[in-house]
T-cell receptor, first 113, second 113 residues
Framework: EAQVTQNPRYLITVTGKKLTVTCSQNMNHEYMSWYRQDPGLGLRQIYYSMNVEVTDKGDVPEGYKVSRKEKRNFPLILESPSPNQTSLYFC????????????FGSGTRLTVV | AQSVTQLDSQVPVFEEAPVELRCNYSSSVSVYLFWYVQYPNQGLQLLLKYLSGSTLVKGINGFEAEFNKSQTSFHLRKPSVHISDTAEYFCAVLNNAGNMLTFGGGTRLMVKP
């Protein structure tokens, strides 16, 4: 089944403890992206990647890092999480946003205490 | 830069009634518009898109949207809603480079029996 898989689905952590949210897609998509979803703000893009080793900042990149060493994986790294990064995170991939739109993962709910 | 405004954060409606979810956009050049739906505890799914041509666009599950350039709007409509349409709906605009999709704040559609 074609899908985007995120792990974990739920995560509670403490301020300052480094964490990684994994994202993997099995559709050979070149384009991948991370969003965070907050009530009333919709989805805001954190980082995106057009291909392997090509990444760029979205609208809210501060406090996040990404890497794209392989086409299928696009992990999101929080080096020193803070409470304002408590949010619902989505990974998404596409073979072309204009014609095909995104395939989204199921989301990761992160709580930083 | 493009932006999207969804005018209603919540829309309650009775089953089998018609519904319209409003979306206004701002974009300086070509306009590519999308509607996505998010069912509870799931990622987003593409509902429909406007790229060019006919201003009335039909999507899945009986939804349609009308692109109105003079009013910079892309409202989503359904003539008769079902309980299963209860979800959050997001309007989005794609930039000209085709690499960034900007979402509105979302509208929660609540269908009552």
């Amino acid at each position: 089944e074609a899908q985007v898989t995120q792990n974990p689905r739920y995560l509670i952590t403490v301020t300052g403890k480094k964490l990684t949210v994994t994202c993997s897609q099995n559709m050979n998509h070149e384009y991948m992206s991370w969003y965070r979803q907050d009530p009333g703000l919709g989805l805001r893009q954190i980082y995106y990647s057009m291909n392997v080793e090509v990444t760029d900042k979205g609208d809210v990149p501060e406090g996040y890092k990404v890497s794209r060493k392989e086409k299928r994986n696009f992990p999101l790294i929080l080096e020193s999480p803070s409470p304002n990064q408590t949010s619902l995170y989505f990974c998404a991939s596409s073979r072309g946003l204009l014609l095909y739109g995104y395939t989204f993962g199921s989301g990761t709910r992160l709580t930083v205490v | 830069a493009q932006s999207v405004t969804q005018l209603d954060s919540q829309v309650p409606v009775f089953e089998e009634a018609p519904v319209e979810l409003r979306c206004n956009y701002s974009s300086s050049v070509s306009v590519y518009l999308f509607w996505y739906v998010q069912y509870p505890n799931q990622g987003l799914q593409l509902l429909l898109k406007y790229l060019s041509g006919s201003t009335l666009v039909k999507g899945i599950n009986g939804f349609e949207a009308e692109f109105n350039k003079s009013q910079t709007s892309f409202h989503l409509r359904k003539p008769s809603v079902h309980i299963s349409d209860t979800a959050e709906y997001f309007c989005a605009v794609l930039n000209n480079a085709g690499n960034m999709l900007t979402f509105g704040g979302g509208t929660r559609l609540m269908v009552k029996p």
